[in-house]
């Protein structure tokens, strides 16, 4: 995944770059860069590992050796940029967000004819951005050759680019999967993935860019280039996981859209009789617990915290790069309050079940700290396929997916013509589904938010959001 945050201002740029790039650390873990034009100097570009160290620290010198009136920045866990590029349209630095599915396809294309190159990183890979760019470079300026770009890329790809002379080009991806802001205050203004990270640094809403939609931001105001397409698919995945709480995307805030799907979860439960004699609901932190308060307001049973994340020296389980050390994390960081699990009935609400790989071992910590039982209920419908419009928590195997492993181990490759089936909790299939997970991984009862209650949740009109990885439905 990624995001970035970029403004032009009066006078200097870098601080608020600087924090508001910052502010996305959340979204990627692997590299992030930041890159600055200034009126004597130029452009500017600066890229760090954040693997091991955070963004903020490997940044903290930035101040003394960047300067400029308008920068961008980016976080990533995947390729290094901003990239610098040097083209038949000027010299500019760009940043790009999202995933390019044909990009094998689009690369030998544009080597058969172009007699151009791509520097080759480790492994013979290209690195995504430098596509991109190499795309939009095909056109004779910068609006015709995002919208080449954007039609070209089978995926999912939102443009930033600081171009030398001290603008910036905004583009969100065609069908708005992902969200791109726009804030304002008396010094200029700044484009975002996150809104609270502008409200943070002064600047007020301005605007939220349409889907495909391409501006030109100056300090004297916002160019439009390319208006917003009809047809939006934003993720729903945003507000359920890994949308920031504080941020508000197409007017739906995320924390407040948390608090009304746990909400509908427990109206669910008390219609049907589930989980009965919970003494507890908890969240499995962090992102499911404002879900589980949601349902607890809803449900009348006490909101706790049986364990609590230490988060000082790892503040993100999923930093490490293998598989074993981030179990490792995960166990470490789990802090039993012991008077609020043993003996307890305790009902938990995660924000989604992907893999399962560190549920099970959370489950297991509960027991073994003396609860009586385990009730687990999901935010999100059963996942059933792999996201290919976004590189974020995407199983490169579906079969790497719970829900699809347990319909196999249920029924076989033939029980995947049945995901419908399965995916709904009134059908015997469903039933089937819940059960078998529960024997797994030892809950007394397992629940799953139907498509229809996230919709409600979200509260835009369905067609307008993208529910593939849980349905299919392109």
């Known amino acids: 995944m990624g995001g970035f945050f970029g403004a032009v201002c009066k006078e200097d740029a870098i601080s608020d770059v600087f924090f508001g790039t910052d502010y996305h650390s959340h979204l990627g873990t692997k590299r992030a860069g930041m890159a600055s034009w200034d009126r004597d100097i130029g452009l500017q570009r600066e890229i760090h590992n954040i693997e091991n160290s955070p963004f903020r620290t490997r940044f903290e010198h930035v101040f003394e050796e960047m300067k400029g009136s308008t920068a961008i920045g980016c976080i990533s866990d995947y390729d290094p940029q901003p990239l610098l590029i040097c083209s038949n349209l000027g010299t500019y630095a760009i940043c790009v967000i999202g995933v390019i599915n044909n990009a094998e396809a689009l690369i030998s294309q544009y080597l058969s004819f172009s007699g151009g190159h791509f520097n080759a990183m480790t492994g013979g890979n290209v690195n995504s951005t430098e596509l991109v760019a190499a795309l939009i470079n095909q056109k004779s300026n910068f609006t015709e050759g995002v919208r080449f770009a954007q039609k070209a890329i089978e995926g999912t790809a939102s443009i930033l680019i600081l171009k030398d002379g001290g603008t910036l080009i905004a583009a969100r991806d065609r069908l708005g999967r992902l969200p791109m802001l726009i804030g304002k205050n008396e010094g200029g203004y700044c484009v975002t993935f996150e809104s609270f990270a502008y409200k943070k640094l002064g600047y007020e809403d301005e605007k939220e860019l349409g889907p495909g939609e391409i501006v030109e931001i100056s300090v004297d105001g916002i160019k439009q280039l390319s208006p917003p397409g009809k047809e939006m698919r934003i993720c729903s995945f945003l507000w359920s996981y890994y949308g920031y709480p504080n941020s508000t995307y197409e007017g739906v805030n995320v924390e407040v859209m948390r608090y009304r799907n746990g909400a ?152 995947l013509n049945y995901i419908e089936e399965y995916s709904d909790s009134s059908t015997e299939r469903g039933k089937n589904l819940r059960k078998r997970i529960c024997e797994n991984f030892h809950f007394d009862s397992l629940e799953f938010q139907s498509l229809e209650g996230v919709i409600e949740a979200i509260g835009l009109e369905p067609c307008k959001l993208c529910t593939y990885c849980w349905n299919g439905k392109e």
């Open 264 to 415: 509908i979860i427990a109206k669910h439960d008390k219609e049907v009789g589930n989980a009965e004699g919970v003494d507890y609901v908890g969240g499995v932190p962090d992102s499911g617990t404002p879900h589980a308060i949601g349902y607890a307001n809803e449900s009348g049973i006490p909101f706790a915290r049986p364990y609590i994340k230490y988060t000082p020296t790892w503040s993100r389980s999923f930093m490490p790069v293998s598989q074993a050390d981030r179990k490792k994390v995960a166990k470490m960081k789990q802090i039993p309050v012991h008077d609020l699990i043993e003996g307890k009935s305790l009902l938990f609400v995660d924000d989604s079940i992907v893999r399962g790989t560190q549920l099970k071992a959370t489950v297991d910590f509960l027991y073994q700290n003396g609860a009586k039982a385990i009730h687990m209920r999901s935010a999100c419908p059963p996942i059933m396929y792999s996201c290919k419009y976004l590189n974020f928590s995407r199983a490169t195997n579906p079969m790497e997916l719970l829900a699809r492993r347990t319909i196999v181990e249920l029924e076989g490759e033939e029980g």
